[in-house]
């Protein structure tokens, strides 16, 4: 089985569960398993177990490897802040930098070409995502905008 964590705010992998132990991860660390649906913290896989660092993890939300308190322009685990992402969408949505910003280099000419060919009625569906965005938790951006294979993610 192939695992993928997060170091230093960058998507890394695949490993093998060999190749974690000897990483020096912590408990903390986020770390996604093929075929899981949700990223977890390393002290949740039973097959790092005794590999860890002794140390307590920070509170988590449940179902997340996202920290409890984050604020709206804190970087996630991604490095990508729904804060910024969401202001992005608001004031310069028409012109898709909240996908480049995301990441997302195909949807952002996706969203220009949309704007264009709707003389830019397609703004005000930018300007909706981007009030979801500030609206919803770090782990639902991360989840819906950052970590999906979607090139071009709406609403």
Known sequence: MNYFIIL???QLGPYTIDQLRTMGITASTPI?????????????????QGYLPPNVPPQYVQGSAQPA???LFDDGPSGKSRGLAGLFAILLGGLGVHYFYMGKVTGGIICILLTIVTCGVWSIISLI???????????????????????????
Not at 33 to 48: D, K, T, Y
């Open 8 to 10: 230093n705010g960058q």
């Open 32 to 48: 996604w398993a093929q075929g899981s649906p949700n990223w977890r913290v390393a002290s949740e896989i039973p097959e790092l």
């Open 69 to 71: 308190d984050i604020g």
């Open 129 to 155: 995502m981007g009030i979801k965005m500030l609206c919803m938790k770090q782990n639902e951006f991360e989840e819906k905008y950052i970590n999906t294979l979607s090139t071009f993610p709406i609403l």
